[in-house]
């Protein structure tokens, strides 16, 4: 018999803030049982085991972005939602680094494709389309965006800025400014 009030959503926001806590990798349906003071037999009910676990909290992360993404860039074009974009990945990774380091897990295409990593893919599209990107152009752009955004992320996380000056924000600043003048002239680079 299920336990009262565990639920595969509770589940998955208590994996979640234990992401946050402990990190990623540390989130198991054994620690989540712990958490709960229950037998790990009573969780398969809700959570099929921890790789369950982890899908089940990679997408409720890629939502939680997909929503404040959504909201950052609304009416925004340019250079104002290239920089609205990158730092709702930045804030929400220094908020959620768990979660965000779960937004990243590799999910099966089937799962993929009813993600909310489509409505991000659609959202940089559409910023990029402000750019006239298109095409193969517009595929290599996403790429160079995502690499940079989660680059600076996970190597400010891991401490990699902090022995130096200038500090990190103006280095995110600075390479806003470089990607959007990359972005506006990137059509005059290719032959």
Not at 51 to 63: F, G, K, N, P, Y
Not at 127 to 155: E, K, M, N, P, W
């Amino acid at each position: 018999m299920a336990r009262a009030g565990l639920t595969a959503e509770r589940l998955t926001r208590a994996g979640a803030e234990m992401a946050d806590e402990a990190g990623f990798a540390q989130v198991t349906v054994s620690a989540l049982a712990r958490r709960f003071d229950v037998q790990v037999a009573s969780l398969y009910s809700h959570v099929r085991g921890s790789r369950d676990l982890r899908t089940r909290i990679a997408l409720l992360a890629l939502d939680e972005l997909a929503d404040r993404a959504a909201d950052a860039i609304a009416g925004r074009s340019g250079k104002d939602a290239l920089v609205a974009l990158a730092d709702v990945y930045r804030d929400y990774a220094r908020e959620h680094p768990g979660r965000y380091e779960a937004s990243r897990l590799r999910l099966d295409p089937e799962t993929a494709a009813g993600s909310a990593g489509v409505r991000h893919a659609r959202m940089t599209r559409a910023i990029l389309r402000g750019y006239d990107l298109a095409g193969d152009d517009q595929t290599h752009a996403v790429r160079l965006l995502g690499s940079v955004f989660h680059g600076f992320v996970d190597l400010e996380a891991a401490g990699g800025f902090d022995h130096s000056t200038p500090g990190s924000q103006e280095s995110w600043s600075r390479i806003l400014d470089v990607l959007d003048t990359a972005l506006r002239t990137w059509s005059r680079g290719t032959p």
